[in-house]
């Protein structure tokens, strides 16, 4: 059994989905970003970057992970799926999965913050962030052209981009002119268990429309940046 602390974000999803399509048995534990139960010495004895998502593995004698990226290979290791085992396709999978780790996350995490939440209207940051993010859309589109998924067969890669790409409207980037990025797209928020994941802890309203769920988790968003 594994207990996954998280909260409803990109990240989070991250966890949850792959524990879906994984089909591992979980607890959710939900972290409340707004009250500051990421920096409680309980959470940071999980997770010591005060961020979630984290997993705790009973049967592995309460194994903590923390890094949403770390967690979703140690999951694909210890079930033998989503992750292949040959040097080759290991790599590939993980180039895809560091793409989103240190690209898409971050810039669409940084349009979000100028885009949505900071109380200024940064013109100059939001064209930074969101030109960034269209960016990184074209490198998936083009890649996507000659392949089904991100790295042969469908991985822990697909999840990563996917729970992050989905909410491109929350961060104000356009997807118009991509086919192939939609099309994958598309297929992905097919498929049962990611429908599944991206409702853990709880379904949100929607990221990426404007209704009152998306309105009371940016005024949360505002709170958390403060802490």
């Known amino acids: 059994m594994i207990d996954l602390y998280t909260a409803p ?18 607890e959710v534990h939900v972290v409340d970003l707004g009250k500051g139960i990421q920096k409680e010495p309980w959470f940071l004895a999980i997770s010591p970057n005060a961020r979630i998502p984290a ?6 004698g309460d194994f903590a992970v923390f890094e949403s990226g770390a967690l979703m290979i140690y999951l ?12 080759k396709g290991r790599s590939r999978v993980i180039q895809w999965l560091m ?10 995490g940084q349009a979000n913050v100028f885009y949505r939440y900071f109380p200024e209207k940064l013109q100059p940051a939001i064209d930074r962030y969101q030109n960034e993010c269209r960016r990184l859309f074209e490198v998936l589109d083009a890649h996507l052209a000659d392949n089904e998924w991100l790295a042969g067969d469908f991985s822990i890669a697909d999840i990563a981009n996917w729970c992050w790409v989905r909410t491109y409207k929350w961060s104000g980037v356009s ?6 990025l939609k099309r ?44």
């Open 9 to 26: 974000t990109p990240n989070g999803w991250k966890a949850s989905c792959t524990l879906e399509e994984l089909e591992i048995p979980y």
């Open 55 to 60: 997993i705790v593995d009973r049967d592995a």
């Open 76 to 87: 694909a290791e210890k079930t033998g799926k989503l992750l292949p085992t040959d040097a």
């Open 99 to 108: 793409f989103q780790i240190g690209g898409v996350g971050p810039m669409m």
């Open 175 to 180: 997807r118009e002119g991509l086919p192939h």
């Open 184 to 227: 994958w797209m598309d297929t992905m928020k097919e498929r049962p268990a990611l429908r599944r994941g991206v409702e853990i802890p709880f379904a949100t309203g929607g990221l990426t429309k404007d209704d009152k769920a998306a309105e009371a988790f940016a005024k949360n968003a505002q709170k958390t940046l403060q802490r």
